[in-house]
């Protein structure tokens, strides 16, 4: 399941068991972010009253670590690539 996830991970492609929890994850993500920024009761908060800078923080933050986290997926997807690659050319020879 695990190469499973990875590869549709780094495909864009969320697999159907966990589509329904995409959206309370993400919920949660926010809420951690905004906490790290110093306002912990986000999931509370009028967002209307808060500066356009506080809630672009936390977007901002939350996007840098979903784009970290997607490089690491890409690229360990990618070193397996070069490394069954180089397995397969070794048992030629």
């Given at each position: ?29 926010k809420n ?62």
């Amino acid at each position: 399941m695990r190469k499973e996830l990875i590869k549709a991970a780094a495909t864009g492609i969320v697999p159907k068991d966990l589509k329904p929890y995409v959206k309370p994850a993400l919920e949660k993500f926010k809420n951690e972010m905004a906490a790290e920024l110093g306002m912990p009761d986000y999931d509370t908060m009028d967002k209307g009253e808060l500066p356009s800078r506080m809630n672009g923080k936390v977007g901002g933050n939350m996007t840098h670590k979903m784009v970290s986290f997607a490089e690491a997926v890409l690229a360990w997807n990618y070193r397996k690539q070069l490394e069954s690659g180089k397995n397969e050319e070794g048992a030629d020879t």
